[in-house]
Every structure is written in C-alpha cells, then in structure tokens.
C-alpha cells in the first residue's frame, strides 16, 4: 500500500487546487521485465545514486550494505558472491522476497499463556527461553520462557515486503 498524507489548514482549498493530480504509476514489475537489461548493469553505474536509493527505498532500515544500514535482514555486502553472480536470482529475491526465506529470516506466530501474540525472527534459542526481534531495532528484541508458549507458528511469507520498486 502507498500513499501520500498532506497536512493543510484548509482541506477545501488544497483539494481544489490538487485535484487534477494524477495517481503515480505503479507498475508490478516482473523478473523478465528486467533481466535483459542486468547485462548493462556495470556499465555507466552511478554508486552514488544507487546508495540513494538504498536509503530512499527503505533497504537500509533493515539490510547492511557495508558500513550502511542496519542489521536485521541478510547483509547484502556479499550478496552477489552468494548468489555466484547471478544477478537474474538477486533480482528474484528482490522482487519475490517470500520464494526462499532463510531458517534465520523466517518469522513465527508466538501466542504466550498470557494472550499476547507477536510476530518475529528467532535469534537465539536455548534450553529454556526464546529470543525473538519483531522488528529492526534492538528495542524490539525480547526473551521469554519457552513454558510461557501456548503456539509457536512458522510463517511462509518473507518479512521483506513486495512491491519495493513498483513505484
């Protein structure tokens, strides 16, 4: 879902002068929709303005790429090694983030004894208690005991959301 949130003193007026607006384009891009032009990707590369949109389109509040961003998605500094080069199956990860997820990436449904549900990645497990991060910050990282558990549910789907480059 995107969207745009205008704060204005008068609705009336901002409506009336930005009602012929039009909605942006989105398009639902596909691995074949680009894959022939990832041949073209070293030459005339701009660094810079792919560091720009690391952070613009929100890769750095969840991956590092070197010294940027943060760390709670797969570091992407080696991703292309990983991937033995094969910009085709990067790009696949990118726009169809749930077709593989890692053990180490997958969320799980947790319901505890005392109602509270919450959805995160495991980070350490250990005899008695779970460490679970629900989000990309070290806030969002809390341990419990693992008698509190009523249910612990794997997820199928990526914490990565779809549609990244859509716009």
């Excluded at 007026?13 to 909605?23: E, I, K, V």
């Excluded at 990067?90 to 890692?102: A, F, G, H, N, Y």
Aim: proline content about 5%; overall charge negative.
């Amino acid at each position: 879902m995107n969207g745009t949130l205008a704060v204005v003193q008068d609705v009336e007026a901002y409506l009336a002068t930005h009602a012929t607006l039009a909605p942006p384009k989105i398009t639902e891009w596909k691995v074949d929709d680009l894959a022939a032009d990832l041949a073209q990707v070293s030459s005339g590369r701009d660094l810079a303005h792919g560091k720009e949109l690391f952070t613009k389109l929100a890769c750095a509040g969840c991956h590092k790429l070197g010294p940027e961003g943060i760390n709670y998605g797969p570091d992407l500094t080696e991703i292309l090694k990983q991937y033995q080069s094969n910009r085709v199956e990067v790009l696949r990860q990118i726009l169809e983030p749930s077709l593989v997820v890692s053990n180490r990436y997958r969320n799980f449904q947790f319901e505890l004894k005392n109602g509270d549900e919450l959805l995160g990645m495991i980070i350490k497990e250990d005899g008695e208690s779970l460490t679970v991060q629900t989000g990309p910050s070290e806030a969002l990282i809390q341990t419990f005991k693992k008698s509190d558990l009523t249910t612990q549910q794997p997820q199928t789907s990526s914490p990565m959301p779809l549609g990244l480059l859509n716009l």
